[in-house]
């Protein structure tokens, strides 16, 4: 039966779900979703849903705004009770098409997953917005573009004027789903349900669009219902937290109950997969989270302390980056945007250098600078003494198999239209390292190196969970046992005991075979617990790099400290404050031609060490 018991909050529940079943049509016959789903959500409250890839979150979310149904699933069984605004209760998994349409998005808002899935790659940002607001709240076209610049600007998207005349392939991730959150609260919904809203967004970002939330949720008395796997959200926003295990609920409580006294083994290993920022003061070499065997495993103990002073692997010089901006009749470039500006650091063989900061710094365009995805403007990138900058197609191409990267968006990385099993084993082929039985075992070993049943190697893309396909994006830059990885963004994806699987064994790779990495993040927690060396980008500039322990420990840039004072806690006793954060705003990247900044000029506060003189 639904759990209506809320401590402190008599009210009637907003949503009620009680014995919801989904079932999904296949040639092999049904197969169950979820079953036996039970819980209630009251004005004003956060209910928070955990759980692993396949536990069956998200179609949980998807059946309460009858979205399932055009995915092949089928609401089997159970209520779905929803109470509107006039008071009225109705069953929502009873509703025709026409009747839920009324509800979805005027009194239901939800913000997905996954950005460019939810956003219209043929409309604007504008027309986005605007049509909700038209369709639901009766605004004018001029009254409802006047709401869609204030929604932009609430969830703190940079020039928000430009933002709304630009398409969504335009944007970073991160600002493509601050777009969908704005697009969500838009008609101020009294459930607002978010499946894993703030995946992709910085830390700081994401501080500012959880305050949104609940400020929003204060003034309005809006419940939310908050799908994600970042157990640290969990602690910070929940007042009761339900979590799922393979389709069904199998503990639910307070967020204190839950993180002080948890009943089941599946929920404690959750709580300890989870990173905690501040757990490695004092450890200078990077430690695997313990009880976390990676996957293939076969040595568990912590990696060996590294010399001193380890050869050099890659070197970067004063490494600018920018990209034309084109306006008028014949397209012609009137400024540029400086994404990268005068960067420069070193990557030691076996260690690992993170590249920190919000959407927009430059981390990524800095990780496709090295690799030549993106031509830089000006400067040199030396692997181990040769400029990758001046080398021709052909060497590019040799020295590639050194370099490999991990992409944000694991889905647009893979081709939808080939099986898994050969799209890893193309760089083995590229490269005639391998072929007929001896290059079947060692896709099935990479597989393996990464957790993935070798069943998947015949499956697509589209088969796979966000996590699952990550691992395979990972499996894929292993293939040739490069030198360096340039993960960016991850482990983001992953659900916390699957990346701490995954975090281990990049930390095994490395201790077995000497890989360094560029580690790409917006996570301060998961940065702290692999790093060697930290550096933090703002608007193209490294303002603050160091040994990790030195710039956790010793932040001295201000901005180092915003990125800290942001990590939410994964303790529900030191919960930070709900009050609405006031969202910064961002100077402009963009400049005149002609502009030539200032370089970097550094200031060492410690032995290598070195922050930003401004």
Same mark, same amino acid.
């Given at each position: ?30 197969? #169950? ?15 928070? #849903? ?6 069956? =979150? ?16 089928? &609401? ?72 869609? *610049?204030?929604? %932009? ?19 970073? @991730? ?41 400020? %929003?949720?204060?003034?309005? @008395? ?10 640290? #959200? ?41 990173? =905690? ?20 495993? =076969? ?14 692997? &890659? ?13 008028? *009749? ?16 070193? &990557? ?84 005639? *390292? ?80 000497? *890989? ?17 060396? #930290? ?54 990247? &963009?400049?005149? %031609? ?21």
């Amino acid at each position: 039966m639904t759990d209506l018991a809320v401590n402190g909050n008599d009210g009637a529940p907003i949503l009620a779900v009680d014995g919801l079943r989904v079932e999904f049509r296949t040639d092999a016959g049904p197969v #169950v979703g979820v079953e036996e789903v039970s819980f209630a959500i009251r004005p004003g409250e956060t209910v928070c #849903v955990v759980g692993e890839s396949g536990s069956g =979150k998200s179609v949980t979310s998807l059946s309460i705004m009858r979205l399932v149904e055009f995915g092949g699933g089928r &609401i089997a069984a159970g209520r779905i009770g929803f109470r509107r605004r006039d008071g009225r209760d109705i069953d929502l998994a009873d509703l025709t098409p026409a009747e839920m349409r009324a509800v979805r998005g005027s009194e239901i808002g939800m913000i997905f997953q996954e950005p460019m899935t939810a956003l219209n790659p043929v409309f604007t940002i504008e027309r986005q917005l605007t049509d909700g607001l038209i369709a639901h709240k009766g605004l004018s076209a001029e009254a409802a573009r006047r709401k869609a *610049l204030e929604l %932009l600007q609430e969830v703190r998207i940079p020039e928000p004027e430009r933002r709304l005349k630009q398409y969504p392939h335009e944007l970073s @991730g991160g600002m493509r789903q601050r777009v969908v959150i704005a697009m969500a609260m838009a008609c101020e919904p009294r459930l607002l349900i978010a499946d894993e809203p703030t995946t992709a967004l910085d830390v700081t970002i994401q501080a500012e669009i959880l305050a949104l939330i609940n400020r %929003l949720k204060r003034e309005t @008395g809006m419940a939310v219902l908050f799908i994600t796997h970042d157990m640290a #959200v969990v602690a910070q926003m929940a007042d009761r937290v339900v979590v799922m295990y393979r389709g069904n609920v199998v503990e639910t409580g307070s967020v204190t109950e839950i993180f002080e006294a948890p009943q089941q083994e599946y929920t404690k290993t959750l709580l300890a997969a989870v990173p =905690k920022l501040g757990e490695m003061r004092g450890r200078p070499a990077p430690e695997r989270m313990r009880g976390f065997a990676a996957p293939g495993s =076969k040595t568990p103990q912590q990696p060996e302390a590294r010399p001193a002073r380890p050869r050099e692997l &890659i070197e970067v010089r004063h490494l600018s980056t920018r990209f034309p901006v084109r306006s008028g *009749l014949f397209r012609q470039t009137t400024a540029h945007i400086h994404a990268v500006e005068d960067v420069s650091f070193t &990557i030691f063989a076996g260690q690992t250098l993170s590249l920190v900061g919000e959407s927009g710094s430059g981390k990524s365009t800095c990780g496709r600078s090295i690799m030549r995805l993106t031509e830089p403007s000006r400067g040199e990138v030396l692997l181990e003494g040769s400029d990758i900058a001046r080398l021709d197609s052909y060497a590019l191409r040799r020295v590639r198999r050194d370099m490999q990267m991990v992409f944000q968006d694991p889905f647009a990385s893979l081709n939808p239209y080939r099986r898994l099993a050969a799209q890893v084993a193309e760089p083995i082929l590229n490269f005639g *390292l391998a072929r007929g039985a001896e290059l079947e075992d060692r896709v099935a070993g990479l597989f393996d190196r990464v957790g993935l049943p070798r069943s998947f190697l015949r499956r697509f893309p589209h088969e796979l969970s966000g996590g699952q396909r990550q691992r395979v994006a990972i499996a894929r830059a292993l293939a040739l046992n490069p030198k360096l990885i340039i993960a960016d963004e991850a482990v983001s994806a992953l659900d916390v005991s699957v990346q701490a699987q995954v975090l281990n064994l990049m930390m095994e790779l490395q201790a077995d075979l000497g *890989l360094s990495f560029l580690f790409i993040s917006h996570d301060m927690a998961v940065v702290e617990r692999v790093s060697h060396h #930290v550096a933090v980008m703002y608007l193209g500039r490294i303002v603050e790099i160091g040994p990790r322990m030195a710039v956790f420990e010793d932040p001295r840039h201000p901005y180092t400290r915003t990125l800290l004072d942001a990590v939410p806690v994964a303790d529900p006793r030191v919960r930070r404050s709900r009050e609405d954060r006031r969202a910064r705003t961002l100077p402009s990247p &963009i400049f005149p %031609l002609g502009h030539e900044p200032a370089p970097s000029v550094y200031e060492e506060v410690g032995p290598g060490h070195l922050v930003i003189v401004e």
